[in-house]
């Protein structure tokens, strides 16, 4: 099966390089022959690499340890699901599972893209051509999946414990899928450079992806932090570790994009501005994976260190020169068509949140790199950790935040100083409300409170549109106010999609502000033994040593230690289980370091996260961490409400231009050659 | 658990018959054995004092563990239980504490001995200021950059022409009725 997918990866390469050169060439000369042919080239090579991939799928699941990579990273006793999931485990499986992923997105972009952008196509088709090609390059002569030992061990090293978690099952797809779906933008914006179309055709065309794939980035984002939370063991979800800031830098300017984009559509600005958010995104999620691969930064999530970062490096270089090559050459073709005219406008709010988010890109990138910069500079290396990018960062988010709850509150074009009065009361009242009462409560961390006050902030924003919106239908169509409130979401889905986006981001922050309230203890109990530990909500939770049980599971061998909860006297849930697993081989021999599985009880105000950290003197006389941390569960709250608002936004349908009886909706949007042009008015529009 | 408890009976049972077990049992009743200890991880030895000493733990946060987890020497102690870096480090920054050393004198012993690389964050002073101070910089630099080009094309447009833009869009499509009452409530939500 290993021989198909080493041959499958040969055609692969071959495909790549044609699929790149005729769907140039076809788009130059606008040969249909060529064009057809670049079109099939991208489904063929979705089609091999598919093949290489099952074939690696097939090697894991068939434990065939003569080949290498199976014998790294599987083991006969590893559960089927993680037997799939080790084929992102690794370096060269991770790869060769970019490289499908990439071809089926390339595929699929092919095939859905509506044929009045038919001029793109084939420069599509070169660029996710070329893309793929890349990664087959690495995945063969740097990386190669389906290389053969001289010999056939009796079983493998089976995958990291720590990997054998179901987050890292769903997370790394997440994320690649993030990653790999960019290309797809990059390439339209690509092909709109080449054709010279660099009307808002490509950026019609990109917008399902852009949201797709920043909904990806988004879900595989979350998914991580979990995964951390759960996993390792640290009572934490985000720790600007290299690998995590490299996943976070293409967020932040895809989320810049996804609001200059409407600068665009509706006043034909930010042109320029656009394509190199796009580049800049595409080029982010490259040099996050050379990070994470090349060793040039040390990180808890590397990869084994290898030539691959090399070729990364290459790759990179590459993509930037004909990038601003293009850039530079089409500079006159990309004309605004209008300019800023007040600095109280929505318009300089996106200015101003684009400015805060590519700000905190570059300071994230800033700070990643600065160890090595400090090297250049200084000769001397240093430490850039959590203490240095939350002092940084910090208020940049908080910049952010107020800007996420006043951008809507602005009118296009202009805002008087009455429609600021108005729109500004409900906000303002309401976090001053929320800034006050804590104070008050006794609350005296300044970065929690502002966080806490600015997410009141935005929610007084949010509901205000809401109401204002779903009242506005009520009084015009009599409907009452739930279905108001439906249609007025269902109809509007871009701009109400953006809300409850704004909403999760709210939720996020809330959580963050809980970080300032962590409790943790260490104690060493007997069994029956209890220690104390103080919420920051008042109540005083009682941990109690029941002891600790230990028995053989499928691969591994398991000790668990148990305590009994009581939260101001009274016996709160179930005991809580906290276990040290030994991983073995079939032959019953450890294979790993013991990894440890926290015990976590979570409710919306605060998280129990229980650890054992081993045992005194090999006796039941245990060792644990006792955490309280406040608000964990609004970031999986966020991340699910983030995650609904971007699918709301991209559902199919509704918008401003929708159209009823060939007329447009409320006369807010008109038809101009095959584009849908929001016309400019105060307040934005909204298809009543 | 279920072998802990049958040893316990065994032992609970014999104690009647054979003397010898008697001290053992009380002992033993509290602290038992693990039926593979060896499985269990890293022995651990007990809790002390400093170990939730929040003045402990407050410089332990800002020195890096050494080995190569990229974790601060707290949270590797209290995350890695493999790693033997972390708890000799700890070990370290107890003796310096029990030598009245201040948090700012340890964090200097560190660094003379581990180098710059064992603080979590790079001390504010020289070239490292860059570290600190350049995304803010040019954040403000940009945004002030930004704002002044606002504020002068702002006094040169003229509040009749937006007035005239403004008022534009309405009307196209819709009865005189329905364009009034949505003139209306558009009207009462932009205030």
């Excluded at chain 1, 109400?496 to 704004?502: P, R």
């Excluded at chain 1, 230690?561 to 009581?566: C, F, M, N, Q």
């Excluded at chain 1, 401003?656 to 038809?671: F, H, I, L, N, T």
């Excluded at chain 2, 949270?75 to 700012?104: G, Q």
Aim: with cysteine; net charge neutral.
């Amino acid at each position: 099966m290993t021989i198909l997918g080493q041959l499958a990866l040969w055609i692969a390469l071959l495909l790549g390089a044609w699929g790149t050169v005729v769907g140039y060439v076809g788009g130059r000369r606008g040969d249909p022959e060529l064009i057809a042919s670049a079109r099939r080239t991208v489904y063929a090579l979705a089609g091999v690499v598919s093949v290489a991939t099952l074939s690696l799928v097939v090697a894991l699941l068939s434990n065939d340890f003569n080949v290498s990579y199976v014998a790294s990273y599987s083991s006969r006793n590893l559960p089927t699901a993680y037997k799939i999931s080790a084929l992102y485990g690794g370096q060269s499986g991770s790869i060769l599972f970019w490289a499908f992923v990439l071809g089926i997105f390339a595929a699929a972009a092919q095939w859905l893209t509506p044929r009045r952008y038919a001029y793109l196509m084939p420069y599509v088709a070169s660029v996710t051509s070329a893309v793929t090609l890349f990664f087959v390059v690495v995945a063969v002569y740097s990386a190669n999946p389906f290389e053969r030992l001289a010999f056939t061990p009796i079983d493998g090293n089976g995958l990291n414990p720590q990997l054998q978690n179901p987050g890292m099952v769903i997370h790394p797809p997440m994320l690649y899928l993030g990653y790999v779906s960019i290309t797809i933008p990059f390439a339209f914006a690509v092909a709109a450079l080449l054709s010279r179309r660099l009307d808002t055709g490509w950026l019609h065309a990109i917008r399902k992806w852009t949201l797709l794939s920043w909904v990806f980035l988004s879900i595989g984002i979350t998914l991580g932090m979990w995964w951390a939370y759960v996993e390792l063991g640290w009572g934490g979800y985000w720790a600007w570790d290299p690998v995590e800031n490299a996943s976070f830098l293409p967020w932040l300017t895809m989320t810049a994009f996804l609001h200059s984009v409407m600068i665009q559509e509706k006043r034909g600005m930010l042109k320029r501005w656009n394509v190199v958010l796009i580049a800049m995104s595409f080029v982010l999620s490259i040099f996050g994976t050379f990070i994470t691969r090349s060793g040039i930064i040390s990180s808890v999530h590397s990869f084994t260190q290898s030539t691959v970062g090399y070729f990364f490096l290459g790759f990179l270089v590459v993509i930037v020169l004909a990038v601003a090559w293009l850039f530079w050459s089409r500079y006159d073709l990309l004309q605004t068509e209008a300019h800023l005219e007040r600095a109280l406008s929505r318009e300089a709010s996106f200015f101003f949140n684009n400015l805060l988010l590519v700000g905190m890109a570059f300071s994230v990138l800033w700070g990643t790199l600065f160890p090595i910069i400090s090297e250049l500079v200084r000769g001397t290396q240093v430490t850039v950790g959590p203490p240095f990018f939350n002092q940084v960062n910090i208020p940049i988010g908080l910049a952010l935040l107020a800007l996420t709850g006043i951008g809507p509150l602005i009118a296009w074009r202009r805002a008087s100083p009455q429609n600021l009065r108005r729109h500004f009361l409900m906000p303002v009242g309401s976090s001053l409300l929320v800034a006050t009462t804590l104070v008050m409560m006794g609350m005296r961390d300044l970065y929690a409170t502002m966080a806490l006050a600015l997410a009141a902030f935005v929610i007084g924003t949010v509901v205000q549109e809401f109401v204002r919106g779903s009242g506005a239908r009520h009084r015009l169509h009599g409907e009452n106010y739930a279905l108001a409130f439906f249609r007025l979401t269902g109809r509007n889905r871009r701009r109400y999609g953006g809300y409850i986006v704004h909403l999760g981001i709210v939720a996020y922050f809330v959580a963050f502000s809980g970080n300032a309230f962590k409790r943790e203890v260490e104690a060493s109990l007997k069994p029956g033994e209890s220690v104390d530990l103080a919420s920051p909500f008042g109540h005083t939770y009682t941990f109690t040593h029941i002891g600790v049980s230990q028995y053989e599971a499928l691969n591994r061998f398991v000790s668990a230690a148990t305590l009994e909860v009581r939260k101001d006297g009274r016996i709160s849930g179930d005991p809580l289980t906290s276990e040290k697993r030994q991983h073995v081989d079939s032959f019953g021999r450890p294979t790993f370091e013991p990894s440890t599985e926290a015990a976590i009880r979570s409710t919306l105000r605060e998280d129990l996260y229980v650890v054992y950290a081993g045992s005194v003197n090999g006796t039941e006389e245990t060792v644990y961490r006792l955490t309280i941390n406040p608000l964990v569960a609004w970031v999986w709250i966020g991340g699910a409400i983030l995650v609904f608002g971007g699918v709301v936004t991209m559902w199919p349908g509704g918008g401003p231009g929708r159209r009823v009886g060939g007329e447009s909706v409320g006369g807010y949007a008109a038809k101009i050659g095959d584009e849908t042009v929001e016309r400019i008015e105060t307040p934005e529009p909204v298809a009543l | 658990m279920s072998s802990t408890t049958r040893r316990d009976f065994l032992r609970l049972g014999l104690a009647g018959v054979v003397p010898v077990f008697r001290g053992q049992e009380s002992q033993d009743t509290a602290t038992a054995r693990l039926w593979q200890p060896e499985m269990a991880g890293r022995p651990q030895g007990r809790v002390t004092d400093y170990q939730n000493d929040p003045f402990v733990i407050g410089i332990e946060k800002r020195l890096r563990c050494t080995c190569g987890c990229n974790l601060d020497i707290h949270t590797c102690r209290t995350t890695d239980f493999t790693c033997t870096y972390s708890p000799a480090l700890h070990r370290e920054v107890v003796a310096m504490i029990e030598k009245d050393m201040s948090a700012e004198e340890i964090l200097a012993a560190f660094v003379d001995k581990y180098s710059e690389t064992a603080l979590m964050a790079p001390p504010k002073e020289g070239f490292n200021w860059a570290g600190y101070l350049v995304p803010g910089v040019v954040i403000t630099m940009v945004g002030s950059a930004l704002l002044w080009i606002l504020l002068r094309r702002q006094t040169a447009v003229s509040p009749t022409g937006v007035a005239a833009a403004v008022g534009a869009p309405f009307g196209t499509g819709l009865s005189s009725e329905d364009a009034a009452r949505l003139q209306e409530e558009l009207g009462q939500l932009d205030g």
